[in-house]
């Protein structure tokens, strides 16, 4: 079993449409939780750590489910811009462990 | 605004030669990562260093090593590559205290033929 998990997708939304991703992780040990977006043939950049109170950076809102191991990552208004492939990831001791990744397509 | 850099972007070796990835960054980071980048299995940690000399082992460190004699550069080698070792190569770098923020290089595609 995968340590970090998510549908890969596509996820194929119209413009304005809202989108939630959900990842699961199985190290119970994990310290810190993050979402990255990878824009096609380039390198994945932060773009969220997940806090266990909930967190929002505008259109975007990441909550963790610490019981259920499970990290979520909410898009609202969604932008031609937010097209890219977005791995949610779990990290320890240094380390970082991601998941594969969900495909998501804005639609005009 | 933070750079890291690999050597290629593209590279073709043959099975059973010796290669070496580098990578270095600008931004006096403690940690160096070196991952693989596959359809489906996402990104494998092979090997990372938080110091100079320091390196630790990854999920998948079969097949390579690593050295790290400065602290801006960590160079991934493949003592005899084969083709399973085709893959997208991501250098990543962070410091000690916001290890949640990887800076990544552009990658380097690398077959093995």
């Known amino acids: 079993r995968k340590e970090v998990e998510q549908d890969p997708g596509p996820f194929n939304v119209p413009e304005g449409a809202t989108v939630a991703f959900n990842c699961t992780y199985s190290n119970s040990a994990s310290q810190s939780f993050f979402w990255y977006r990878q824009d096609c043939r380039k390198e994945p950049k932060l773009l969220m750590s997940?806090?266990?109170s909930g967190n929002e950076d505008g259109r975007f809102t990441a909550q963790l489910n610490r019981a259920s191991q499970y990290i979520s990552l909410l898009i609202r208004d969604s932008k031609l811009s937010d097209s890219a492939t977005y791995l949610c990831?779990?990290?320890?001791?240094?380390?970082?462990?991601f998941g594969s990744g969900t495909q998501l397509t804005v639609l005009p | 605004d933070v750079k890291v850099t690999q050597s290629s972007r593209y590279l073709v070796k043959r099975t059973g030669e010796k290669v070496f990835l580098e990578c270095v960054q600008d931004?006096?980071?403690?940690?160096m990562f070196w991952y693989r980048q596959d359809p489906g299995l996402g990104l494998r940690l092979i090997y990372f260093s938080y110091d100079v000399k320091m390196k630790e082992k990854g999920d998948i460190p079969e097949g390579y090593s690593v050295s790290r004699e400065k602290k801006e550069r960590f160079s991934l080698i493949l003592e005899s590559a084969s083709t399973n070792q085709t893959s997208m190569y991501l250098c990543?770098?962070?410091?000690?205290?916001?290890?949640?923020?990887?800076?990544f290089g552009p990658g380097t595609r690398l077959t093995v033929l």
């Open positions: 990543a770098s962070s410091t000690s205290s916001s290890y949640n923020e990887q800076f």
């Open positions: 997940v806090y266990s």
């Open positions: 990831g779990s990290g320890s001791a240094r380390q970082l462990t």
């Open positions: 931004m006096d980071h403690e940690n």
